[in-house]
């Protein structure tokens, strides 16, 4: 198999220049059989099995500078999860963390982040490749982070993010399908390629950048851990990483976030008792442009946490949250309103959100 040689991670404080580490000898492949088996290649990544979602045997071969899936008997619903997630990663993932790693770092004291993946598919198998962003408001190295972003670089078979379609855009030159959801432990915002990319050196803080601008997160989160593999439903086999690499760079100015002027009014009316509270929030369009299609963010104050809603798709139970429009009240004219609402259950006082961003942009508190 063709080798591919990644270049080293270095987070350089107060600078702009990244300092290249050469490898060391090459080491034996290794196979991982175990169910979250991992080891460490170039002394700064780790790869991991993480059959997560099956008891079939799943086994990967770790080479130098990536790894290949060699066996995948697990066989996944396409209409919900897949049954593992075998990746090479930088960061912390669940208290694994990479050797020397600089992570969790806070956004804003990023000022440059880009990676290199390579990828070697193969047909007649259902997966996606993804590349996975994790996000967090505190920097833990443990557990579930709140935010996911995931880039599927290839899709092949009858399978879907999480959640629902909201949009397109550009990103680093090229165009992807945005879906946004939750899957019931985190957010999870998706950007889906139109056709396979095998290989792609590109700007990491590109795609973080913009799911702080639709007001997902803020600049004060942090960054856990970035990983790059496959979700295979069915088969898999042959698919590989061939290799792996990101650079991180801190200092500089990072670009602040999104604070337009506000065109919108948030009313947000709410009703508690013992430890249960409904809330029925007021979305106005006070610009003089039509709003089509809308996502207001807001973060729930702690010890809350939402069981039901109604006229909004609501995405996650607690802490950062998302409403999305529903096909009957996507547009706000001028002057108009959406409204929707929700129940939960609280612990100790209720206290209601204090701030409020539609589709990215800050909104005024009536």
Not at 244 to 253: A, P, Q
Request: charged letters at 10%.
């Amino acid at each position: 198999m063709k080798r591919f040689l990644a270049a080293a991670l270095v987070l350089v404080a107060g600078s702009v220049t990244a300092m290249v580490v050469a490898t060391g000898p090459a080491q034996a492949d290794t196979r991982i059989c175990e169910q979250y088996g991992s080891t460490t290649i170039q002394g700064r990544y780790v790869v991991m099995n993480n059959r997560w979602g099956s008891s079939a045997e799943q086994c990967i071969n770790v080479t130098a500078t990536g790894f290949a899936i060699t066996s995948q008997q697990g066989v996944g619903n396409t209409s919900g999860a897949p049954v593992s997630y075998p990746a090479v990663f930088y960061g912390c993932h669940y208290t694994n963390c990479s050797p020397g790693t600089v992570l969790p770092r806070r956004v804003s004291d990023i000022s440059s982040l880009t990676s290199n993946i390579t990828y070697r598919y193969v047909s007649g198998a259902t997966y996606d490749a993804a590349y996975d962003i994790w996000l967090d408001p505190t920097p833990r190295t443990d557990g579930v982070n709140a935010m996911e972003i995931m880039i599927w670089f290839n899709r092949q078979g009858n399978i879907q993010p999480i959640g629902s379609p909201v949009g397109n855009t550009t990103i680093g030159g090229r165009s992807w399908q945005v879906w946004q959801g939750s899957n019931g432990s985190n957010n999870v915002i998706s950007y889906v390629a139109p056709s396979a990319i095998t290989s792609w050196n590109f700007s990491v803080l590109d795609f973080i950048t913009d799911v702080r601008n639709r007001g997902a997160i803020t600049s004060s989160w942090y960054l856990t851990s970035l990983q790059a593999g496959f979700e295979p439903w069915i088969g898999g086999a042959g698919l590989a990483v061939e290799s792996f690499s990101t650079t991180i760079n801190s200092g500089g100015t990072p670009p602040p976030d999104p604070t337009p002027t506000s065109s919108c009014r948030v009313t947000y009316a709410a009703d508690s008792w013992n430890n249960g509270f409904t809330a029925n929030v007021t979305v106005t369009n006070t610009g003089s442009t039509p709003v089509n299609g809308w996502t207001l963010g807001f973060t729930l104050p702690p010890n809350q946490a939402v069981t039901s809603s109604w006229n909004a798709t609501l995405t996650g139970s607690s802490g950062p949250l998302t409403a999305r429009n529903i096909s009957w009240n996507g547009t706000i004219p001028p002057g108009g309103n959406a409204t929707f609402g929700f129940q939960g259950t609280h612990a100790g006082s209720y206290t209601s959100p204090s701030q409020f961003t539609l589709n990215g942009s800050t909104c005024t508190t009536a």
